[in-house]
């Protein structure tokens, strides 16, 4: 049978316990895009160039971490919060230049990293502007994305173009926010796709 003071000592490590379990909160949950699936026939048919060298996307600093924010555009459309239980797997700039990449290799191009590159060989520059689940009223969001895409072959710049897209969340919600920014960032991709196609690339 414990004396009294064991039963004290016993009593303050459970307290301990107890305390160090409450004080952890919530477990985080994190996001990313999920798969990518194929892409259209007509985005696959015939690639803009055979060799394209994509840089990793330039953004602003809050975008090189991988908290998830989002905006009340209704309340305060100037300030951006970020959840506080839910987190990307890996920074937005990461996995929007990941998913950039991945969508022009579908489309037949091979594409190499800076440090692979040649000299003289077309240079896709991604510079973000915006990429957040913004927040209409409490139950309706969309995610949001924005960025300048610049192409250079050597030295010259051949051409510039902005692009932005908007799909609406599933829920008002962080995954819904997440599903909705996989699906704008998706959509960005077929864009600048379509934009390449455009230009004569091959051109010295």
């Not at 990307?88 to 091979?110: F, Y």
Request: with cysteine; glycine share 6%; hydrophobic share 45%.
């Amino acid at each position: 049978m414990p004396t009294p003071r064991n039963l004290s000592a016993l009593i303050l490590a459970a307290a301990f316990l107890l305390g160090g379990c409450a004080s952890r909160g919530p477990v985080p949950t994190f996001y990313d895009f999920g798969p990518a699936a194929p892409l259209a026939d007509a985005q696959a048919a015939a690639p803009a160039v055979p060799v394209l060298v994509i840089a990793d996307a330039n953004g602003p600093s809050w975008l090189d971490s991988q908290r998830m924010y989002y905006r009340l555009l209704y309340a305060d459309a100037q300030q951006s919060r970020p959840y506080a239980y839910n987190r990307w797997n890996t920074p937005p700039l990461q996995l929007l230049s990941q998913r950039l990449k991945t969508r022009v290799a579908q489309s037949g191009v091979k594409v190499l990293s800076t440090t692979d590159a040649a000299a003289g060989m077309p240079l896709l520059r991604i510079d973000v502007d915006d990429f957040s689940q913004n927040f209409d009223t409490q139950t309706q969001s969309s995610g949001h994305v924005s960025l300048r895409a610049s192409l250079f072959r050597g030295h010259r710049l051949i051409d510039q173009k902005t692009f932005s897209r908007s799909g609406p969340a599933g829920s008002a919600d962080a995954q819904g926010g997440a599903q909705a920014l996989a699906a704008a960032s998706d959509a960005i991709a077929a864009d600048l796709l379509t934009w390449l196609g455009t230009l004569n690339i091959t051109k010295e």
